[in-house]
């Protein structure tokens, strides 16, 4: 395992809602200011309200996700298995999924020889809800 860089990170997150918001509130990519992260994490997509995956080209994604200098993904199912319809394979899926996207993450660095795409998930904060989800 490769060491942990020691040079301090600022990760920003964009929020794909963000184009939706009126007016002076809309926020693009481009109203993105370079200068203050060090990190840009993409959050959030994949899933619809009524939790069903939509549709979406995984490589493409990220290949998109590269052209656009994104530093990483971040995902935010916080309950796999546990709340809001959840079903008992949502756990394993989960896991699989996170596995397949660090390698394909891996993969990319390689491929173009620069640092690896961040891959970080928000997790439940409280005690009852991540006893509940065993992740």
């Given at each position: ?64 996700g ?49 640092p690896r ?7 439940p ?11």
């Amino acid at each position: 395992m490769k060491a942990l860089s020691s040079e301090p990170r600022v990760v920003c997150y964009y929020t794909n809602w963000s184009v939706y918001r009126p007016g002076t509130a809309r926020f693009n990519p481009q109203n993105i200011n370079p200068y203050l992260c060090t990190h840009l994490i993409y959050a959030f997509g994949g899933f619809t309200k009524d939790n069903t995956l939509k549709p979406f080209d995984k490589y493409q994604d990220i290949e998109k996700g590269i052209q656009n200098r994104f530093d990483g993904l971040d995902l935010d199912w916080e309950y796999p298995a546990f709340r809001d319809g959840g079903k008992p394979k949502d756990r394993e899926n989960y896991a699989r999924l996170v596995k397949e996207l660090r390698k394909e993450f891996e993969r990319e660095a390689e491929k173009t020889n620069k640092p690896r795409l961040l891959l970080t998930m928000a997790v439940p904060a409280g005690i009852e809800d991540r006893q509940n989800s065993k992740l």
